[in-house]
């Protein structure tokens, strides 16, 4: 199927961040994340119901739940990785002007408490900051330098850029905060791939993928993990389909030794090829999305970057209005003050005049 | 090599520590010793290394994962084995591992035949690999789908001390070598770590084949940050090592609060290299030191072991806690190294050295 040819770019940029928050909301962590909204006692009891079903050997699984509480947080809607394109798209206007500029955001919030909640690599970071070990340090003494939380953000930086290059470089910069290795070289890798797709010329619109995929390679060397392993995606969904064809064939990838889902060099790869195999075969953003969700380990973040992805290419106009609606406001999990803000209304101010 | 100095001699300032330890084998200035003396005290230092290796593996096991303060309130200062019956656990097997491939390969060991040796004897084993980390388990799925050196080392946790816990044998093969110490750290390494995890390795290795050639602690400190990427956190970890005043401020500086395990290798090198450093080289100090810290604490002080071994050979060592240490269990590995000593590798070990008299190669 070619992909239809009336988009603008203005559609594609709410296209990336609505498509990363449709993603965000689709998997099954977000529902974790949201509730940190609710009272702590009310994670302190299902801690406790987990071990109670340890202990008791009963299958039935905690999920979160409010009791007493507004259950409200608890629907359906976007989690800790939309709010934190939100974070970076609102502080990256007007647009740094250099590698200083892009580090000094993060002094000035580090000092001020003002960094929202987020992974492992962005807590160690922020306690390397507050120790005074400066980027790119900062990055680099992390455990889990390889994570995808620069990634995420490298969403933000793929939407306000002015071409694809810029976007690298803004990622990059604002990835050695809190990365170093595959977590720097994703974030360049997925904010160009987002650059590249909502500067797509219309009339270019109806073959994308081979571009798409070619921005996405020129940043991640064979000869690194996430590289690596985005070709042997991509390679083992060549025969798939549809999106959910392929995901049992994208389960090969993920690791099952160490105990993190969120790894740049897997959850990049996935959604790469996802969105490789909807261009092809001209599957529903939607579907894509819901596929990812369909591994579970990945589907803290691998969702949020198939529907950038591909929400970048085919504008927000494409994604079903029932999940649109519901997914444009934050819930204000990792940043309170974020709280009920809508998503398009921060892309609107942000890329004004783009 | 002789000592050139005796235990417990007053350390030189650290500029002066530095500069002694860029002069290699200043050993060499010291009268011509007979062969067979020589032979004698190689094999002394290359057995306190892997001997101190087992000892702070056996010693630190029972306190693996915890913080000093429980480690403080269970059992309280921490002067000896915390149980009867100490045995050693992964650290001591992996590094009996890679001592059997030095024996067998040399100096010209290279990362295939090192990959060739995990898909053979470990890649097979069914039933998991008890009190390995995670490092060791996700190098065997690559090379289960395939991968090879350096891909095989390249996974999610290529940054843990598990080539850190088994780099001291390449030292030891290496014996006052430092590059080819640091080349051998590297060949195994590529095949199970990457980045961080290989610098780690690295470092040990050469502070082992610093300290047979007489380097103190400061110095071995000195070559072994030397070596690795002046940039790195490894690199970092070492320099805090060097400065920090005592087990809580080292503590406080290494131990990354949002990362919920203990075995990053930069971590862990800096605890050790800490304990020993903190100890003089004492071993009968240093090794408790390096468990009383807690964290990777059989890792931890089985290179401070390895060190502090390495530096005064087996005068070094408690009788006693020699005397606990028995074979290797192969609990972890199985039979590839089950029954295997340390005293024996260590012997082996010296006797594969280029160079080493045709007799001593024989002899036990």
Redesign the interface.
């Known amino acids: 199927m070619n992909e239809p040819t009336d988009r603008t770019g203005t559609d594609r940029r709410r296209g990336a961040v609505l498509g990363l928050a449709v993603g965000d909301a689709a998997g099954w962590p977000a529902r974790t994340h949201r509730s940190r909204v609710l009272p702590g006692w009310t994670r302190r009891l299902r801690r406790e119901l987990d071990a109670f079903a340890e202990v008791e050997s009963v299958t039935t699984l905690p999920v979160p739940f409010a009791l007493n509480q507004d259950p409200a947080p608890l629907r359906l809607g976007p989690g800790d990785d939309a709010e934190w394109v939100a974070w970076t798209l609102a502080g990256s206007a007007p647009l740094p002007a250099d590698r200083a500029a892009v580090h000094a955001r993060w002094a000035v919030a580090v000092a001020d408490g003002a960094v929202p909640v987020g992974r ?1 690599a962005v ?2 970071a922020v ?1 390397n900051l507050r120790r005074g070990v400066p980027p790119p ?1 900062s990055g ?5 330098h ?1 994570d995808d939380a620069a990634a995420i953000r490298a969403v933000a930086y793929g939407v306000l850029a002015t071409s694809p290059a810029h976007a690298a470089t803004l990622a990059g910069w604002d990835a050695e905060v809190t990365h170093a ?1 595959d977590g720097v070289t994703a974030a360049r890798a997925v904010a160009a791939a987002v650059a590249t797709a909502v500067s797509l010329p219309a009339t270019a619109a109806s073959r994308p993928e081979p571009t798409l995929l070619a921005a996405l390679e020129a940043q991640l060397p064979i ?3 996430a590289g ?1 392993t985005l070709r042997r995606a991509l390679a083992l969904v060549a025969g798939a389909g549809t999106p959910a064809e392929a995901v049992p064939l994208l389960d090969e990838l993920v ?4 105990s ?1 889902g969120c ?1 740049a ?1 897997q959850t990049v790869p996935v959604a790469a090829a996802l969105t490789a195999v909807a261009l092809r075969a001209g599957t529903p953003t939607i579907d894509a999305i819901l596929a990812a969700a369909a591994l579970p380990s990945l589907a803290d973040s691998a969702p949020a970057l198939t529907g950038a992805l591909l929400g970048a290419v085919r504008g927000a106009a494409e994604l079903p209005p029932s999940w649109a609606d519901r997914c444009r406001r934050l819930a204000g999990c990792c940043d309170p003050t974020l709280a009920g803000v809508d998503l398009l209304d921060i892309v609107e101010r942000t890329t004004r005049g783009q | 090599m002789p000592a050139r100095r005796p235990a417990g001699a007053a350390q030189p300032a650290r500029d002066e520590a530095t500069r002694r330890a860029d002069q290699d084998g200043t050993a060499r200035d010291q009268p011509a010793r007979d062969g067979a003396d020589r032979d004698d005290a190689a094999r002394d230092r290359a057995r306190g290394c892997l001997l101190g290796l087992a000892i702070g593996d056996a010693m630190g096991a029972p306190a693996e994962n915890m913080t000093a303060a429980a480690i403080a309130e269970r059992w309280g200062p921490v002067t000896g084995f915390l149980r009867d019956e100490p045995a050693g656990t992964d650290d001591t097997e992996y590094a009996a591992f890679s001592a059997l491939l030095l024996i067998e390969h040399g100096a010209a060991l290279t990362s295939e035949q090192v990959a060739d040796a995990w898909v053979r004897h470990l890649a097979g084993r069914s039933g998991g690999f008890p009190g390995a980390g ?1 490092s060791e ?2 190098t065997i ?1 690559n090379l289960r789908a395939g991968l090879r050196p ?2 095989s080392g ?4 290529s ?1 843990s001390d598990g080539l850190a816990m088994r780099a001291a044998v390449h030292g030891v093969y290496a014996a006052g070598d430092l590059d080819l110490a640091a080349r051998l750290a590297a060949v195994d390494g590529a095949v199970s770590h990457d ?1 961080e995890g290989v610098y780690a390795g690295q470092a040990v290795a050469v502070a082992v084949a610093a300290a047979l050639a007489g380097a103190r602690p400061g110095e071995m400190l000195a070559a072994a940050r030397a070596r690795v990427p002046a ?3 490894t690199a ?1 970890a070492l320099a805090t090592a060097a400065t920090a005043a005592g087990p809580d401020a080292l503590l406080d500086a290494l131990v ?4 919920p ?1 203990t075995d ?1 290798a ?1 971590e862990a090198v800096g605890l050790a290299f800490g304990a020993a450093l903190a100890a003089d080289g004492e071993l009968r100090r240093a090794v408790p030191g390096a468990v009383a810290m807690g964290r990777d604490a059989d890792t931890t002080a089985a290179i401070a072991g390895a060190l502090c071994g390495a530096g005064h050979g087996m005068a070094g060592i408690p009788a006693e806690w020699v005397a606990a240490i028995g074979p290797v269990t192969g609990r972890c590995l199985g039979e590839v190294v089950a029954g295997l000593t340390m005293r024996d590798l260590a012997d082996r070990l010296v006797a594969a050295r280029p160079g080493t008299r045709p007799e001593a190669r024989t002899g036990r």
């Open positions: 492992i807590a160690v306690d340090d680099r003494r992390n455990p889990h390889f290795g000869d690194q993990l690596r690791d099952r030794v160490y993190y790894a060099a | 995670f388990l996700g799925e350096p891909a390249q996974h999610l946790h940054w980045g940039d790195s956190w970092a990354v609060r949002a990362y395990w990053l930069p």
